[in-house]
């Protein structure tokens, strides 16, 4: 299969702890998003790659979230100090040009 | 702020019948319109797009329709089947800009009974 992977696939956590999840992107796409959906509710952007560059983050993106993209293959978003209303369903999505988004299967974290 | 509106919210067909499902956007400066389909576990799948310098693209059973001055767009199913039962997302973004984030609808859940 090689679509964008994520792991791991679900996350239980206590809150205040931290959690890593990583997305592998399709291989050769320059492009790299990630996005959070809450339960019933459309994705909403997080930040976006463009090689190893961080071009851009939502104003949902705290500064306990941190997100990285060395050498500009896959990448990572850090969570510090977990909160209840960090759970929600981490999509990352990747793309080799400006129109589609090709999407992975997402993390889902809970945080207890 | 909600830029992208949704609606219906759920949605149940027969099948064969048509599945409408409808958005509003308000930033004028979106220009490229995706719909994504997503089945439970699954990301968001890409379905079809639409650039606003036409008014309607047709792929298959799906089609969608870009009215520019109303600032909205809508999918439709034709011969909706069991197997397009699953969540509709629309989206807008700016084709050009750098980045082309997504900003979503909503979400539609749609049901075809057989």
């Known amino acids: 299969d090689t679509g964008v992977s994520q792991n791991p696939r679900h996350k239980i956590t206590k809150r205040g702890q931290n959690v890593t999840f990583r997305c592998d992107p399709i291989?050769?796409?320059?492009?790299l998003y990630w996005y959070r959906q809450t339960l019933g509710q459309g994705p909403e952007f997080l930040t976006y790659?463009?090689?190893?560059?961080?071009?851009?983050k939502s104003r949902l993106l705290s500064d306990r979230f941190s997100a990285e993209r060395p050498k500009g293959s896959f990448s990572t978003l850090e969570i510090q100090r977990t909160e209840q209303g960090d759970s929600a369903m981490y999509l990352c999505?990747?793309?080799?040009?400006?129109?589609?988004?090709?999407f992975g299967p997402g993390t889902r974290l809970t945080v207890t | 702020q909600q830029q992208v509106k949704q609606s219906p919210q759920s949605l149940i067909v027969q099948k064969g019948g048509i599945s409408i499902i409808n958005c509003a956007y308000e930033?004028?400066?979106?220009?490229?319109f995706p719909w994504y389909q997503q089945f439970p576990g699954k990301g968001p799948a890409l379905l079809i797009a639409?650039?606003?310098?036409?008014s309607e693209k047709k792929e298959g059973r799906f089609t969608i329709s870009f009215n520019k001055s109303a600032k909205q767009f809508s999918l439709h199913i034709m011969d909706s089947q069991p197997g397009d039962s699953a969540t509709y997302f629309c989206?807008?973004?700016?084709?050009?800009?750098?980045?082309?984030?997504?900003?979503f609808g909503g979400g539609t859940r749609l049901m075809v009974k057989p």
């Open positions: 999505a990747s793309s080799p040009r400006l129109d589609e988004q090709y």
């Open positions: 930033n004028t400066a979106f220009d490229y």
């Open positions: 790659f463009q090689n190893e560059a961080q071009l851009e």
């Open positions: 291989s050769e796409h320059n492009r």
């Open positions: 639409i650039r606003p310098d036409v």
């Open positions: 989206a807008a973004t700016l084709y050009n800009n750098a980045g082309n984030m997504l900003t």
